[in-house]
């Protein structure tokens, strides 16, 4: 894990977002999961990075939470953001988690 600046710290630790888990809407013991690795290292952007309960963010999150907190950092991020990695094909992962998540929501 790599270590976050002081300056994505705060704007990540002063944005109400970061306050309830996107996955069971609890506030407490709550951990910062950064969705994305590129280039062999864990992306460390305010975009990248969602919150979640401890017990989730484990070496053994279940499938379904990485991809649903995948799909929320691509709904935050910025076609700036997603500039810096010109690599990975994002515009390909939001269609797939995109469909995957609002059709999931409707079984």
């Known amino acids: 894990m ?3 600046p002081p300056k994505i710290r705060k704007q990540i630790a002063d944005d ?10 609890e506030t407490k013991d709550i951990t910062w999961e950064h969705c994305w690795i590129y280039g ?4 460390i952007d305010a975009w990248a990075t969602v919150p979640l309960v ?3 963010n484990t070496n053994a999150m279940p499938q ?3 991809e649903y907190c995948r799909w929320v950092t691509l709904m935050r991020a910025t076609a700036k953001d997603l500039a810096k990695y ?3 094909n994002w515009e390909q992962e939001k ?9 999931y929501a409707r079984k």
Do not use: D
């Not at 062999?40 to 992306?43: A, D, L, R, T």
């Open 64 to 66: 379904e939470v990485k």
């Open 16 to 25: 109400p977002f970061m306050k309830k888990c996107i996955w069971t809407g």
């Open 95 to 103: 269609k797939y988690l995109t469909y995957k998540f609002t059709n």
């Open 2 to 4: 790599r270590l976050i």
């Open 86 to 88: 010109p690599k990975k």
């Open 40 to 43: 062999g290292k864990q992306i």
């Open 54 to 56: 401890r017990r989730l």
